[in-house]
């Protein structure tokens, strides 16, 4: 209720001075929540310990053995899994609330440890010798698997995470671990298929309404993943006549998520159908009349960038109102 008609409400005699004087407080000194400060806090606090462990470990090897490492890191990601499970709310297909406040973090700690672990494993005894899928695939499946039935947002964008690099390192082991280079088509082609399988991933969470919410992670990483991999395909090809392709691959797919960014009312999926879009179209342009003068060129581009920056402010102001008049 108003502010004003307490007030009024207090004057005609009709409430009493100790109870106004209470709502008044109320409205001058409101309530200022700290739930999200006191989460990133929390999800800081995580990455610091398991940094600070990993930081007295390496200085402190000679003494303490791996062996002794190995234990304490599984201890550690042992007792977390161990209160998740005795804790945890029943699995449904949709959003499940946190049983307890620090449910999130300490199923953080768990997934986190576990990493670390496996990671240690192969690289101080190489358990999965040469197959380095191997070694990027179990912990993916059990990321995957942590996110679903614990409802873990975080955890699932790991599993994401690790999905692209089990693709990255099963199609291409020795060139991506040896020469860090990603200039490669068996690798541009793979991770447009992953960015494509993402994509794909978040129309069935939300045509099937199975953890529905997973959908923005999905198609987050979806996005960033195809768009980028498709610009690498245009950049990589570029002395060949079909390298335009990818680019006109990309605008289609921006055209889906435009139209699916409409019907979710989300303006950070719409920014960045623009923006991808905007890098394409420039491309084109680019290609058109690169062959041109080069002074001619260099006039036309400072103009051109000038004016699409301006247009491009407008148009994300024009689909924001139109956004919310939707």
């Known amino acids: 209720m108003d502010y004003q008609l307490f007030k009024k409400l207090h004057a005609e005699g009709l409430l009493s001075d100790e109870s106004f004087e209470k709502i008044e407080q109320k409205y001058l ?35 303490i053995g791996h062996q002794v490492v190995l234990l304490f890191i599984a201890l550690v990601s042992a007792s977390c899994f161990f209160y998740c499970f005795k804790y945890k709310a029943p699995f449904t297909k949709t959003k499940v609330k946190s049983p307890t406040a620090f449910f999130d973090f300490i199923l953080l700690l768990a997934a986190t440890s576990f990493l670390i672990f496996v990671g240690y494993l192969q690289y101080q005894y190489n358990v999965f010798g040469n197959h380095y899928g191997m070694a990027t695939l179990i912990p993916m499946l059990v990321l995957f698997y942590i996110a679903y039935y614990f409802d873990h947002i975080g955890i699932l964008a790991m599993a994401i995470a690790n999905l692209g690099i089990w693709l990255g390192v099963s199609v291409t082991p020795k060139q991506l671990l040896l020469s860090h280079t990603f200039n490669s088509a068996t690798i541009i082609y793979t991770y447009i298929g992953f960015g494509l399988l993402l994509l794909t991933f978040a129309w069935i969470t939300e045509k099937y309404n199975f953890k529905k919410h997973f959908k923005f992670s999905y198609q987050h990483y979806g996005i960033h993943v195809s768009f980028i991999s ?3 395909g245009y950049s990589f090809y570029y002395s060949s006549n079909y ?6 691959a990309l605008l289609g797919i921006a055209f889906i998520v ?56 407008f148009l994300l102001i024009n689909l924001n109102k139109k956004l919310k008049a939707a």
């Open 29 to 63: 000194h409101p309530l200022f929540s700290v739930f999200w400060e006191i989460k990133t806090l929390l999800y800081v606090g995580i990455v610091l310990l398991t940094s600070g462990l990993g930081i007295l470990v390496y200085k402190n090897i000679d003494t």
């Open 230 to 232: 498709l610009i690498a």
């Open 258 to 313: 435009y139209k699916d960014a409409f019907k979710d009312k989300s303006f950070y999926f719409l920014l960045l159908v623009v923006l991808y879009s905007y890098i394409a179209v420039t491309c084109l342009l680019i290609r058109c009349i690169s062959s041109a003068y080069y002074e001619a060129v260099a006039y036309f581009f400072f103009m051109y960038f000038i004016s699409s920056a301006l247009g491009l402010v």
């Open 243 to 248: 390298s335009v392709a990818f680019l006109f």
